[in-house]
């Protein structure tokens, strides 16, 4: 051989050998440092829709870029070219527009869904003509938002056309999150079927104090008072609006960072939440985390938040400090967004949405007499404290003659400031490009037929009537007494020869300032509800001839002494039942209180009669003598029909009162924080923390004909155990975060050697003991006041490993005049695996398997370079490296346990399958030889 064909023959060689010692190292990586069933995190990328934006973020002008930061109403429903609306959109490129009824934006009609869908799209279809006619503008699609709470006035917008769907407070008297989703999502349909594309909500104020005079009442607009419960809640309903609205709607939660504690109504003037950080992010924030935990399934998180006008007195550490309005606040704003529950969802484009800068509690902040508003510099701190869009409604300055004369200098005011100061444009550079990946996410294109819905959108609107039914079976709530006293002083429902009197509190809204009034709460709402229900075409369980109504406004005549109440006052007198429908009492509304007023103040017209309450709206507005003068009062949370309906079907016991309060009701003694620990009485279960089955690759179900394997554990060895669901008083699981101990004790004087103190996710809370010694090793698991649980036993007395056992206690027996002392447990062996066991896979498997595999493949290609050829050589060694990782990778699947120990398993599975491989390559080396051709 020639110096130089040795030579080649020699890079050629080494070439391969660079090449296995490669492969080599990459299988190490793959099957050492990183278990088979983790998913390998890819470095983040930005996504289509981040691409999208920046690309045309660079294309856009300074009046262009400015326009997107602006969220802005108008009034009536004008949108000629002469109106101003039609020059905001055109000329100043606004960002998006927020409709309501306070703004004439949804007038009386026969169809006003179809009319606010008609207004949607010739807003839409302004910005894309503008784009069409001047090639110069892109055509950037209008957010065009809606806050629509439920429960119609005066948390809707628009009264009629779409389903009546139920309020907040009603969804969490349900505890039942799944009953969120499905009104986020009937919610996001009709939303979106309208051409709305971005929600005001849902608010995640947590009400964890009931309001009392002074104190901001956000009522039924809450999920309720536990933080826990609202976060659940809050995600869940998020989830709906995206899955219901096809990923069409952006949704912005509200009142970021939560204002259920202020001490006064936010809109009228800048309210004070006195909690530290600490404190905040207990109670105010953990709904917000919830929202934005990007583990979290992606429909379930939030686009934006609100930022509230409110201040917080003692935000770090110092009680006797207040910030600014944090929307203005841009050190505590930053200071929130760096925790780590909410920095990650920024940095993933997290958008934040100023509250109204026109609000009249910003213009009394910044100067108490009213003289001096200055909308320039207010949209400019609002912008620079760290909000990404600035919602203005009513904005006006001093010495403006109306609120587009302040916007358009304000706009002209950023555009200026924008190309003078390099960093003003960073800022706003920041936040157009959040806005417009939103947009993006909502809309893939920028065209007329991606952005614009065809009428037939509309045609399935109000069908949703059935959710609305089942959160209104399972909200209805018994206040009091409990359900054993109701069965004394309620035996039965309202018979025929009985009359009954309904007294009403009366609800009318308007939808637009010179609309007619519109009823949602007739004065026979209930009457006629009991009437089709249970009157002569129904049964005729009741008459109507014995039955009349009033509002409490002819109540309240009667009881001030007015002329011609003599009717009224006969029939209470007469009456078997009185029925009280009633919903927010205040003393701003004197004739709300008029129930309070007939149950203390005339009882000689009540005593001995059925006195039946529903509360329409919070729980807790009465108290504990109002209460004990009623035979039983029950709490609907809503006025939809469907909660009147549901109310009839309680009030004749036809369905029983399933929900619980999810707020303090100190009528009746009921705390939301005592209600939400656990259950003293409950016997929590324990059992071993395996891991469940993984799907092989490809989802195939493992077989369940696998014989039952019980763990074995010995001294050495890691017991990893957790709990059942532990319960709360009122049988649900108890929050996240609720502490739980482990006390592991050790041989047969009980002496605890280890306590292990975790906290509950989704009611489990989980814990692992490393087993140190022998002997028998016990297990129990506290979560006060719950203090019983399951024992599980392990006699670690040999060397091959024993078996747990769960022993289930003797139950606590019930409280008697003379209790009985307790009887010593029985213990009951009972098998903690009913499934095929997974073997943890240890280091010295894996580099037992791998050293064999890499023992073939030198071999395979040695023993073949030098008898065949080198290209046969690298063919043998591939091909028995492939089949070696790939028995690697079943060995790492395959739940294996006895006979074999750990590392012969790994040895059997890559060995056979390098073999298997080596087989392979000597078949097609072999094949044309069987054929009398020559190989290649």
């Known amino acids: 051989m020639s110096p130089i064909k040795a030579l080649k023959r020699t890079s050629k060689t080494g070439s391969v050998f660079t090449c296995i010692h490669r492969l080599v190292v990459i299988f190490f990586c793959l099957f050492n440092l990183f278990p088979l069933t983790t998913v390998f995190a ?39 070219t002469a109106s101003q609306i039609y020059n905001l959109i055109v000329k100043r490129h606004i960002g998006g527009v927020m409709l309501s009824a306070e703004n004439g934006n949804f007038p009386a009609s026969e169809n006003p869904a179809k009319d606010a869908y008609q207004l949607i799209q010739i807003l839409q279809k302004i910005r894309i003509d503008a784009a069409s ?147 905040l992010k207990q109670i105010e924030l953990a709904p917000f985390f919830s929202s934005t935990d990007l583990n979290n399934s992606p429909e379930s998180i939030t686009d934006g938040f609100l ?66 508003f200055d909308g320039r510099q207010i949209a400019r701190n609002a912008l620079l ?62 065209d007329e037929k991606t952005i614009l819905l065809p009428e037939a959108s509309i045609s399935h609107l109000g069908e949703y009537e059935q959710v609305s039914f089942d959160v209104a079976q399972q909200a209805v709530t018994l206040i009091s007494p409990n359900e054993a006293d109701l069965q004394n002083v309620l035996a039965r ?28 709460m007739k004065v026979d709402s209930l009457q006629k509800a009991v009437l089709r229900l249970y009157g002569p075409q129904a049964g005729g369980q ?35 039942w009185i029925v009280f429908s009633f919903q927010k009492i205040s003393s701003d509304r004197p004739v709300s209180l008029a129930m309070k007023r007939l149950l203390s103040e005339r009882q000689d017209l009540v005593r001995n009669k059925k006195i039946v309450a529903f509360a329409f709206n919070a729980p807790y507005y009465l108290d504990s003598t109002d209460i004990s003068k009623l035979t039983a009062y029950y709490a609907l949370y809503s006025k939809i029909p469907s909660f009147i309906d549901v109310a009839a079907r309680v009030l004749f016991q036809e369905i029983p009162a399933k929900g619980i309060p999810p707020v303090t009701v100190p009528g009746i003694g009921y705390d939301l924080i005592k209600a ?64 739980t101990k482990f006390v592991f004790t050790l041989g047969d004087e009980k002496s605890i050697v280890q306590q ?95 050293m064999v595999l890499i023992g073939l493949i030198i071999l395979f290609y040695q023993v073949t370079s030098h008898r065949i050829s080198v290209r046969w050589g690298v063919r043998f060694a591939l091909l028995t490296a492939l089949m070696g990782s790939f028995g690697l990778i079943v060995y790492g699947l395959t739940p294996i346990g006895k006979p074999l120990p750990e590392i012969w398993n790994a040895l059997i599975f890559s060995g056979a399958g390098g073999l298997i491989g080596s087989l392979i390559a000597w078949i097609w080396y072999s094949y044309p030889r069987w054929f009398s051709e020559k190989p290649e």
């Open 385 to 446: 404290a760290g909000n990404d869009m600035l919602y203005v409604n009513n904005f006006i300055s001093t010495g403006d003659k109306d609120a587009f004369d302040t916007l358009t200098k304000t706009m002209d005011f950023f555009t200026q400031k924008y190309r003078e100061d390099p960093a003003f444009a960073q800022r706003v550079n920041t936040s157009v490009e959040r806005i417009l990946s939103l947009k993006y996410k909502l809309y893939p294109k920028f």
């Open 133 to 279: 006619a001047d090639s110069s503008i892109d055509c950037i699609p209008l957010f065009i938002g809606i806050s629509q709470e439920g429960d119609q006035f005066p948390n809707d917008q628009i009264l009629s056309g779409l389903t009546p769907m139920p309020d907040a407070m009603s969804i969490g008297a349900t505890w039942n999150p799944e009953m969120a989703r499905s009104v986020g999502a009937a919610f996001g349909d009709e939303l979106r079927r309208l051409g709305f594309n971005l929600y005001m909500g849902p608010s995640l104020d947590v009400l964890a104090n009931v309001p009392s005079n002074g104190t901001e009442d956000l009522g039924v607009r809450t999920f309720g008072g536990d933080p826990y419960w609202v976060g659940e809640m809050g995600k869940e309903f998020i989830a709906g609006l995206h899955e219901g609205s096809d990923g069409r709607m952006v949704v912005i939660s509200k009142h970021f960072p939560g204002r259920g504690g202020s001490d006064r109504p936010a809109d009228e003037e800048v309210a004070t939440v006195r909690k530290s950080l600490e404190q």
């Open 676 to 739: 939400t620990t656990p259950d003293s009485t409950q016997l929590i279960s324990l059992t071993l923390d395996l891991p469940e089955i993984q799907n092989p690759i490809g989802g195939v179900q493992p077989p369940t004909t696998a014989p039952t394997q019980i763990p074995l554990f010995k001294v050495g060895d890691n017991l990893p155990v957790r709990t059942g669901i532990i319960l709360d008083q009122n049988h649900h699981p108890v929050p996240d975060g609720t502490v």
């Open 42 to 80: 890819e470095a983040p990328t930005p996504t289509a829709n981040k691409i999208a934006a920046k690309n045309l973020l660079a294309k856009m002008t300074p009046e262009e870029k400015v326009g997107q930061l602006f969220l802005v109403t108008f009034k009536g429903t004008d949108t000629t």
């Open 542 to 576: 009741v008459s109507g001839a014995r039955m009349s109504s009033y509002s409490f406004a002819d109540l309240d005549q009667m009881l001030s002494g007015a002329a011609n109440t003599e009717t009224l006052s006969s029939e209470i007198r007469e009456a078997d």
């Open 756 to 850: 292990v103190e975790t906290v509950t996710k989704a009611g489990i809370a989980h814990a692992s003991f490393r087993i140190q010694a022998s002997g028998l090793l016990e297990v129990r698991a506290v979560c006060e006041p719950a203090m019983t649980s399951q024992i599980l036993q392990l006699d670690v007395t040999g060397t091959e490993g024993a078996q747990v056992t769960a022993i289930a206690p003797t139950p606590l027996p019930t409280q008697t005049a003379a209790p009985e002392p307790t009887q010593e447990p029985t213990p009951t062996v009972v098998p903690t695996i009913t499934a095929g066991e997974i073997r943890a896979r240890s280091f010295g498997g894996w580099l037992a398997g791998l």
């Open 307 to 372: 930022v509230s006008h409110i201040r917080y007195q003692g935000f770090q550490g110092n009680i006797r400090a207040t910030t600014k309005p944090v929307s203005f606040d841009s050190a505590a704003l930053s200071q929130l967004m760096a925790l780590p529950q909410l920095q990650p969802w920024r940095e993933a484009g997290g958008v934040l949405v100023s509250e109204n800068l026109g609000s009249q509690a910003i213009r009394k902040f910044f100067d108490p007499t009213g003289m001096s």
């Open 493 to 520: 429902p309202p018979e025929m020869r009985e009359r009954m009197v309904f007294l009403t509190d009366v609800v009318s809204g308007t939808q637009c300032q010179k609309c007619p009034e519109q009823v949602t």
